[in-house]
């Protein structure tokens, strides 16, 4: 039995509501009443790196992704970053999820790329 095409159109949707609530819940899992560790660092990047993208997987999307993790430890100094994108506007996304808690900040940000199949 064939889908509606509203179904079809949704599949090649990057829908940044979802993405954020996965990575939200993985920062909070992850690093949520922990002090900052520079030695901890790599290994906290690691699991919500892994967590992140099993689950944006999970969504079965027809998407190329890319993640982007920083932590930092919040101690009054800055933090600028800047990206550039050339792509298809009506199909690639990304969304950036800013968290923090006393002592440090996570800055996770998803690039969707559409496969065109």
């Not at 179904?7 to 990575?23: S, W």
């Not at 939200?24 to 922990?34: A, K, Q, S, V």
Request: proline content about 3%; some cysteine.
């Amino acid at each position: 039995m064939a889908q509606p095409a509203d179904d079809d159109e949704e599949d090649l949707v990057f829908n940044v509501e979802d993405i954020q609530k996965i990575i939200r819940d993985n920062i909070e899992l992850c690093l949520g009443g922990n002090t900052y560790s520079h030695s901890r660092t790599p290994q906290w990047i690691a699991i919500i790196t892994d967590k992140t993208m099993s689950r944006i997987h999970k969504l079965n999307k027809p998407f190329k992704y890319i993640l982007r993790i920083i932590i930092t430890q919040k101690n009054g100094t800055g933090l600028h970053t800047a990206a550039a994108y050339y792509w298809d506007i009506a199909t690639d996304a990304t969304c950036t999820v800013r968290w923090e808690n006393k002592f440090m900040y996570c800055i996770v940000s998803v690039w969707g790329l559409a496969l065109q199949i």
